[in-house]
């Protein structure tokens, strides 16, 4: 919080909504995060003015909520970005909201929310239409998913300036790993828009987003691990798939961004803020101070940042990257892992068994399986993922986290994004573990969401990727020890999709379904059972 904002706020919790029971009072809940300059210039502006911190004061309890800290507040309160400005009962139930507001716009959604409540009290709040029916229609999980994505990709794409969507730019990492099996061209020309326009040449690292289609505008300059980690994943991914050595080198950078700048000694830092640093000329930013960096542990964060150091590091035999792949996880597994719950930082206000950070350690995990072969990686994702299965509600979706806590947490979300990393984790874990009541759960959380699919659009084409991992079944590619040639040949195989599955054992075998390969024993035999065993050559025998 800066110290430029007059308001005294309360910390998100039950406190500050008992006090407002007791006071007859609405809440103001102000959501913000350390990196969002936005955020910083509302503090400066309009909760600096001394009349309207008197006003809210006066006639509300004023609650900061840290979003990257309190993600389920964020999910049920976030007005389409940051800072989000809501007004809310004592039982949290939504009064009205909005974004970033002037000095006389809060005062007259001040003005507007006295009335109202004054008029109506507690029945003035409603509760947003996703919480109130959460279930998705559910559906079979067939190849026509798959099909209909590829479909979305081709028609949204921007034939001029490459990637997907005709106003902002978002760099949409998932799309473009989607694309990258099954639309190359698209998928490489997107990974040269972001890597010409959102990436830093200078410090590394990639900014969020441009507001305008060519990629232009005014860009938003944070820098948030979990947004670097997954294109790192999607640039290693555009290597594999293409072998062009500027993607390498721009995940190969954004690797050196995250151990250098976000490393806090044992794990990753959160976040770094944006700013006018960004804009500054190499030479003036050696003497200027860089924006400040939350440096955060939180575990879904960590977790997707191990899963793209460890493909990464696998794919180009990056030692380095898989070296701080590991100390990520030994750090989420030593401190922030208990009996396979997880908790989302060392923090006494932190949430545990939340689903996000329970997917995105278990994605690390799974991935930290693959690249070492260490048996402790596999236990943990045995635990983790059975933490997970308690987060799977009776229509297969899984919850968000517990139904409990203060506003509207005890209304549990179905998120799809969330529900497409976990059931990508659980496919993998299914290979390694070689146990079929993972994949089961995959199909099933995925299965909730198929009566949709024909609404969906390119933006979330990863769930049409992990729909077709479910179909068709992975790729498996059981190999000898991690480190011997067969292994790293197998990380070679051109489909990211794929489980590489090291073991004790000589030779190396490729697996899809029921089709099992004769063995490989030099990586130009693996390479050859590879390309064999394609789906539409190994399904029905």
């Keep these: 919080?800066?110290?430029?904002?007059?308001?005294?706020?309360?910390?998100?919790?039950?406190?500050?909504?008992?006090?407002?029971?007791?006071?007859?009072?609405?809440?103001?809940?102000?959501?913000?995060?350390?990196?969002?300059?936005?955020?910083?210039?509302?503090?400066?502006?309009?909760?600096?003015?001394?009349?309207?911190?008197?006003?809210?004061?006066?006639?509300?309890?004023?609650?900061?909520?840290?979003?990257?800290?309190?993600?389920?507040?964020?999910?049920?309160?976030?007005?389409?970005?940051?800072?989000?400005?809501?007004?809310?009962?004592?039982?949290?139930?939504?009064?009205?909201?909005?974004?970033?507001?002037?000095?006389?716009?809060?005062?007259?959604?001040?003005?507007?929310?006295?009335?109202?409540?004054?008029?109506?009290?507690?029945?003035?709040?409603?509760?947003?239409?996703?919480?109130?029916?959460?279930?998705?229609?559910?559906g079979p999980v067939t190849a026509d998913i798959e099909a209909h994505f590829v479909e979305q990709v081709a028609a949204a794409f921007d034939e001029e300036f490459g990637g997907w969507g005709t106003d902002a730019?978002?760099?949409?990492?998932?799309?473009?790993?989607?694309?990258?099996?099954?639309?190359?061209?698209?998928?490489?020309?997107?990974?040269?828009?972001?890597?010409?326009?959102?990436?830093?040449?200078?410090?590394?690292?990639?900014?969020?987003?441009?507001?305008?289609?060519?990629?232009?505008?005014?860009?938003?300059?944070?820098?948030?691990?979990?947004?670097?980690?997954?294109?790192?994943?999607?640039?290693?991914?555009?290597?594999?798939?293409?072998?062009?050595?500027?993607?390498?080198?721009?995940?190969?950078?954004?690797?050196?961004?995250?151990?250098?700048?976000?490393?806090?000694?044992?794990?990753?830092?959160?976040?770094?803020?944006?700013?006018?640093?960004?804009?500054?000329?190499?030479?003036?930013?050696?003497?200027?101070?860089?924006?400040?960096?939350?440096?955060?542990?939180?575990?879904?964060?960590?977790?997707?940042?191990?899963?793209?150091l460890f493909r990464f590091g696998a794919y180009t035999d990056d030692e380095r990257a898989t070296r701080y792949a590991e100390r990520a996880t030994d750090r989420v597994l030593d401190t922030l892992v208990a009996d396979g719950e997880v908790t989302h930082f060392d923090g006494e206000d932190a949430e545990s068994g939340l689903l996000l950070d329970t997917a995105r350690v278990l994605l690390g995990l799974t991935a930290g399986v693959q690249a070492t072969g260490e048996d402790r990686y596999l236990d943990a994702a045995r635990d983790v993922a059975d933490s997970l299965l308690g987060l799977q509600a009776d229509d297969g979706a899984f919850l968000d986290g517990p139904a409990e806590g203060v506003g509207l947490l005890d209304r549990p979300l179905r998120p799809l994004d969330a529900n497409v990393e976990a059931a990508d984790a659980l496919l993998d874990l299914a290979a390694l573990a070689g146990e079929d009541r993972y994949r089961e759960a995959a199909t099933d959380a995925l299965g909730a969401f198929a009566g949709a699919?024909?609404?969906?659009?390119?933006?979330?084409?990863?769930?049409?990727?992990?729909?077709?991992?479910?179909?068709?079944?992975?790729?498996?590619?059981?190999?000898?020890?991690?480190?011997?040639?067969?292994?790293?040949?197998?990380?070679r195989v051109a489909d990211h999709e794929k489980v590489v599955v090291p073991g004790d054992r000589e030779e190396a075998v490729v697996v899809r379904g029921d089709h099992r390969s004769a063995p490989a024993s030099t990586p130009d035999d693996l390479m050859a059972r590879a390309a064999e065993a394609r789906p539409e050559d190994v399904i029905g025998e």
């Design 169 to 308: 730019k978002f760099p949409l990492p998932r799309t473009v790993e989607f694309a990258a099996k099954r639309d190359t061209d698209r998928a490489a020309r997107t990974l040269d828009a972001v890597r010409t326009h959102l990436y830093d040449t200078y410090d590394g690292g990639f900014y969020r987003y441009a507001t305008n289609r060519n990629w232009g505008g005014e860009l938003h300059r944070e820098k948030l691990l979990d947004e670097n980690a997954a294109l790192v994943r999607a640039f290693a991914t555009g290597y594999l798939h293409t072998g062009e050595d500027a993607y390498r080198e721009t995940a190969e950078g954004t690797v050196e961004y995250l151990t250098n700048d976000l490393w806090t000694g044992d794990a990753f830092a959160g976040s770094q803020a944006g700013g006018d640093y960004y804009t500054m000329a190499p030479s003036a930013r050696e003497s200027a101070e860089p924006p400040v960096v939350d440096d955060t542990v939180y575990a879904d964060r960590n977790g997707l940042a191990a899963d793209a």
């Design 1 to 138: 919080m800066r110290d430029d904002t007059l308001v005294e706020w309360r910390e998100w919790g039950p406190e500050a909504f008992a006090e407002a029971e007791r006071a007859g009072k609405p809440l103001l809940l102000s959501l913000s995060a350390s990196w969002c300059v936005a955020c910083d210039e509302m503090d400066r502006t309009t909760y600096a003015d001394p009349r309207l911190a008197g006003h809210l004061k006066d006639g509300f309890v004023p609650v900061r909520v840290d979003v990257d800290r309190h993600p389920r507040a964020r999910e049920r309160y976030n007005m389409g970005g940051f800072p989000s400005t809501v007004f809310c009962t004592p039982g949290g139930r939504i009064i009205t909201g909005a974004g970033y507001m002037t000095p006389d716009g809060l005062r007259s959604a001040i003005d507007t929310v006295r009335e109202t409540w004054d008029a109506k009290g507690a029945e003035a709040g409603r509760v947003p239409r996703a919480l109130r029916d959460p279930d998705p229609p559910a």
């Design 453 to 491: 699919y024909p609404r969906m659009g390119a933006e979330v084409a990863g769930y049409g990727a992990v729909c077709a991992r479910a179909v068709y079944d992975p790729l498996v590619v059981e190999t000898p020890p991690a480190g011997t040639d067969l292994h790293r040949a197998a990380w």
